[in-house]
């Protein structure tokens, strides 16, 4: 039976709401990036009375944008790699073989995303600087010790989904695989990873997207030579003045690589966080 025309209207009129308030701020952010400052820091309107590109241009100078460009790129691109590659062998070896402690690993591995975050600021502060202090290895300040705070984030959520994915992956792929010769390593890379590409994307997009614009660690674990992105922007504000509208350029600047990324994986993504939800 057709839903009744009321049902209709009252979907598309919630919708429209919906869509609305989603792009509202982006409008705002937009048309206060093409703004002179003065403009922005004034009355606010909603058509800007003239248009500028210069916010666009002075973000480069006003900050090391481009410096904290690449520590981000650097960061969340080696996070990203090291949770996938980490993620790929621990999920196969727990889906696929039985080992005694392996239902203490799997609730141990979940069990990990229920403490927030700022619980593990002060502890890993303390190993790094005493991992310094001892093996002259800095991991406090450093593009490195970054990686591995990210990797305690998204690693753990990394094996869980992988673990439901490779579990719908049928057992009789990896046989056939064995039977036509490959060992274990041959049937996962040429089988089972083939199979569950669109979960080992969500899990690369998942991981990406934690290390690209988080804070807290960030703002803690660095200084001004690896400082990244989501901390650089607190730049254009100082003591005299805050750049709004250089602040609303460098934000959607930031936020180009991860909409690009998604909208290009999108299908891929939806694919493999559906698969991994059924586990």
Sequence with gaps: MAPPRSFLWTRRLFLTLLTGFVLLPVYVMVSSSLKPLADVTGEFRWLPSGLTVRPYIDIWSTVPLARY??????VAGAAT???????VFAAYAVSRHRFRGKRVFTVTVLSTQMFPGILFLLPLFLIYVNIGNATGIALFGSRGGLILTYLTFSL??????????????PRDLDEAALVDGCGPLGALFRVVVPAAVPGIVAVAV?????????????????????RTLAVGLQGYSTLNDVYWNQIMAASLVVSVPVVAGF??????LVTGLTAGAVK
């Excluded at 753990?156 to 992956?169: A, K, N, R, T």
Aim: net charge negative; aromatic share 18%.
């Design 69 to 74: 460009f690449l520590n981000s790129l650097i």
């Design 81 to 87: 790699v090291c949770s996938v590659v980490i993620a």
């Design 206 to 226: 998942y991981a990406f997207m934690t290390a690209w614009g988080e804070v807290l660690f960030a703002s803690v674990m660095t200084n001004d030579t690896t």
């Design 263 to 268: 909208l290009l994986l999108q299908r891929y």
């Design 156 to 169: 753990p959520f990394s094996i869980w989904m992988l673990i439901g994915y490779f579990d719908s992956v």
